[in-house]
């Protein structure tokens, strides 16, 4: 076990984990941050997506001891008042089914628009075809990221 | 269309005056609000809420309505309290929706599966809200010293037009809890209304989308302890186990045997995992180990079997078959699959020496309650089940084994424990789809006419792979529908839309494959059988004809079925779980493979309750069907599952979803479910549009692996 210091969502964390921890488990059973979900372990799904200095980051495979001072970022810290434009849109559009996938969706999506923030339907396909949704909720997942796109 | 209901008294259980002042009724499934206009009052504070009820009102106006059924993504939470909140002229702002935990001294039917809730409870659930509704007037008619006949409600309020007052729910709630309940309640016109057929949202979105804990596995109490467990593969049992090194490792509480599993028990996940993984575990043989290169040889045995069971027999089918002038067959084949819920199996339980304490994802919470009594020797009433948000289930949690492997490590080691399963865990783990093979035969005469037709389901642990009643039966005068399974240890269950969402691929594309032989087009081959099933019926006919053309009609209507260029189009059109949904795929070829751009779907579920989660049910089908039809399979060597998690079992992506357009017949006919139905067809419009766009047919799944797609990922 070691002691980690996280900046997690604006805020200093100190945690003791053992060194290859991923970073899911941590936020998960160290932190009590459950926003983040784990679906398959290996990078496969995308529903443990958070943003590691802004960039869409597979959470279940990064060690906690890699993370250094990162700015880590999950979808408790994605907005204040869960007004983020991907979060408003993503209510608009009545994305979810069983919910589960969203945030590491929205994660994603988020991550997608900072980065070009009008992307055509092809980036849109590109990025979030690393996301799996079991419920087949992608076209509204499609919609919702261009209806983000319009919001300030 | 205005309906007197003479409700049943069990149904309404009593009525008593809320903590704090308010109306709380009790009903099988209910509950509405009501208010004031402006804002929308979610944020006052209810008075504490009695839990023996499932509709209170409180003073400000705040209607909370309990859930009571298991929301796994079908959209129950929301639809459930709409139907309500209709009949109680709720003002939906301010309507608070909560979960509902196992109480089946209260409630009916706490289960999500076979698309059965909204059928089950539509009536339930609109007397539920029109008694409520009457009591308020009553209330107000009484304190103005007016006839109720002379007043109205609207959005939360009691209004009395010819002295211009009006009295908000919240004011009321009170007196109209002392009112008498009406025995016979009077229930809106279809047309009245106002909530029900619009666009409402997930209840449960501002949580969803903020990441607040509402799944099994966000779960967590205190001191709770994370159990995982090694399981045996199909066909073996537990020889020996060394747990030294997982003992050892840091967090580790306990290792313990459960059956022929080995629960690893610590203080957090990541540790858990590890030393689940540093087990050394000795596997024994304990049945058949088998493949699927066994099960491909016994499919071919029982579908040449003398010895099967018959489902139904009309007519004379040899005769037929000797007399017909063009005989067609084929075989279709579909894999097992796992459920893949993304949420893997996982439950809490606390066994403490007189009760125990259940929360988690189930679909059926009440038959987690009564394993876990019988298996402690507790009654009933000592175990309570605290449902959570499921992460999708597709039937996976109708089975109650995770749950009862929660209430086992808690017992053994004595203190709370969450049970979780990994992804591999989940994947070969154990209950999956049926893998079956169909042998299908059909006979013209001379004039094209179907006059003998043969179908033969061959399974493994599936019981009757057919459905004898469906279509065509009933507009065949001679047929033959016969089952035969093969008992395996690779364990099975019902999976979303069980039985059809194969069996209609094979029929559908099947009778595509006849319609081609008899010269005719499919849908117009179709039309001809139901006309008659209608009007000469052969046997029972269990699907309403004129229901089933009308989802034909629509979905060719809205795909211009056969004037389209450019395109090929495949039609398939199914009955299953009392909904009828036709569908029309359009498929072009692109470098050589056939690529799906389009699907029509039309449905006849009755009437809508909320469009939103109508169209995402509908889509949801369309792209669960087509994912795996086109990419889901489970294979085995002896035993042991060849897919473990989803870098080598593809689910479908964004990428490979074609444009959906979804339609909805238009009626006044009670609502059937919408969680399963417009599954089956999915599969075979697709490939009957493949065939149309190729020449090829299409007769296993998954597609992908099958030679139009070779070279395809």
């Known amino acids: ?152 | 269309m205005s309906s007197q209901l003479n409700h049943n008294r069990r149904n309404f259980l009593k009525i008593a005056a809320a903590t704090g002042g308010g109306l709380l009724l009790g009903f099988n499934w209910t509950d509405s609000e009501a208010a004031v206009s402006g804002a929308p009052l979610k944020g006052v504070a209810a008075p504490a809420i009695d839990f023996n009820s499932y509709l209170s009102i409180n003073p400000q106006g705040v209607i909370t309505i309990l859930s009571p059924n298991p929301e796994v993504g079908q959209g129950i939470k929301t639809a459930f309290p709409i139907i309500v909140a209709e009949e109680l002229d709720a003002d939906w702002k301010n309507v608070v929706v909560e979960q509902a935990p196992l109480d089946t001294q209260k409630f009916e039917r706490q289960v999500a599966g076979g698309s059965g809730s909204i059928p089950h409870s539509w009536k339930r659930l609109r007397v539920a809200g029109a008694t409520a509704r009457h009591m308020l007037l009553e209330a107000a008619a009484k304190r103005w010293n007016v006839s109720a006949s002379d007043c109205t409600t609207s959005k939360g309020f009691v209004l009395h037009a010819a002295s211009k007052r009006k009295l908000s729910y919240g004011e009321l709630a009170t007196e109209a809890s002392k009112m008498p309940v009406p025995t016979d309640v009077k229930l809106k016109e279809i047309k009245d209304f106002k909530l029900i057929g619009q666009t409402i949202k997930n209840v449960d979105n501002p949580g969803i989308l903020t990441g607040k804990p509402l799944f099994g596995l966000d779960f967590h109490r205190e001191g709770m302890l994370i159990g995982m467990l090694q399981r045996p593969a199909f066909g073996y049992k537990l020889k020996s186990v060394d747990s030294a090194a997982a003992k050892a490792m840091p967090g580790i509480v306990n290792v313990v045997t459960i059956n022929n599993s080995v629960a690893v028990v610590g203080k957090s996940t990541w540790q858990v995992k590890k030393a689940k993984d540093a087990l050394k575990i000795e596997w024994e043989k304990d049945g058949n180990l088998e493949s699927t290169s066994d099960h491909n040889r016994i499919f071919k045995e029982m579908l040449d079997s003398p010895t099967t069971t018959v489902r139904r027999k009309d007519g004379d089918v040899e005769t037929a078959f000797k007399n017909a002038a063009k005989v067609i067959k084929a075989e279709y084949q579909c894999p097992f699959l796992p459920h893949s819920p993304l949420e893997p199996m996982n439950f809490f339980a606390h066994v403490k020496a007189d009760s125990a304490e259940l929360v988690g994802p189930s679909q059926t919470p009440e038959a987690a309650r009564n394993q876990t009594a019988k298996l402690l020797g507790l009654p009933p009433e000592k175990v309570s089940v605290q449902l959570t948000r499921m992460g999708g289930g597709f039937g996976r949690r109708l089975n109650t084994d995770y749950a009862i492997e929660a209430v086992q490590v808690s017992k053994a080691v004595n203190a709370p424990v969450k049970v979780m399963w990994t992804r591999e865990d989940d994947m070969t783990g154990g209950i999956y789809r049926p893998a079956v093979r169909y042998r299908f035969e059909a006979a013209l005469d001379a004039q094209n006419n179907l006059i003998g037709y043969k179908l033969r389901g061959a399974s493994i642990n599936a019981g009757n792979a057919t459905r004898e009643d469906n279509f065509p039966s009933g507009a065949v005068e001679n047929l033959l529908i016969d089952s035969i399974d093969h008992k395996s240890p690779i364990t099975t269950g019902p999976w979303r839309a069980p039985i059809t969402n194969f069996l209609a691929f094979a029929e559908q594309a099947f009778l595509d494959e006849v319609a081609q032989a008899a010269d005719k087009d499919p849908v117009q081959f179709r039309l001809e059988l139901l006309d008659k099933a209608k009007q000469k019926p052969t046997g029972k006919v269990t699907y309403d004809v004129d229901r089933m053309k009308g989802v034909i009609q629509l979905a060719v209507e809205k795909s211009g079925w056969g004037k389209k260029k450019g395109v090929s189009q495949g039609f398939s059109v199914y009955f299953s779980h009392r909904s009828y949904v036709a569908q029309i795929g359009e498929v072009v070829v692109e470098k050589g493979k056939p690529v799906l751009k389009k699907v029509y779907s039309a449905a006849d579920c009755g009437i809508v309750i909320n469009q939103s989660g109508a169209q995402q049910q509908v889509r949801g089908c369309v792209v669960d069907g087509i994912g795996h039809a086109m990419y889901g399979n489970m294979t085995f060597k002896d035993g042991i599952p060849d897919q473990k998690n989803f870098n080598d079992y593809k689910l479908i992506r964004m990428n490979e979803i074609p444009e959906i357009d979804v339609h909805f017949v238009q009626n006044e006919i009670d609502p059937t479910g919408l969680g399963e139905p417009s599954l089956p067809p999915a599969g075979a419009a697709v490939a009957n549009a493949i065939f149309k766009a190729t020449g090829k047919r299409l007769y296993n799944q998954p597609f992908v692996e099958t030679e139009v797609f070779k070279g395809v990922s």
């Open chain 1, 1 to 152: 076990m070691a002691l980690f210091k996280l900046q997690i969502n604006g805020k200093s964390y100190q945690t003791e984990a053992e060194a290859d921890t991923p970073l899911l488990w941590v936020l998960r059973d160290n932190l009590g941050l459950f926003g983040t979900k784990y679906g398959c372990g290996i990078a496969q799904c995308g529903a443990c997506t958070v943003h590691l200095n802004g960039e869409a980051t597979r959470s279940c495979m990064l060690p906690v001891s890699a993370i250094g001072t990162s700015k880590v970022t999950t979808i408790e810290g994605l907005s204040k008042n869960g007004d983020h434009p991907v979060q408003k849109a993503w209510d608009e559009v009545d994305v979810a089914q069983c919910g589960y996938c969203q945030a590491g969706q929205i994660m994603t999506a988020a991550a997608l628009l900072k980065r070009k923030p009008q992307p055509t339907d092809a980036e849109i396909e590109a990025t979030m075809s690393g996301n799996i949704c079991r419920c087949g909720t992608y076209h509204r997942i499609k919609e919702a990221v261009k209806v983000a796109a319009t919001k300030k």
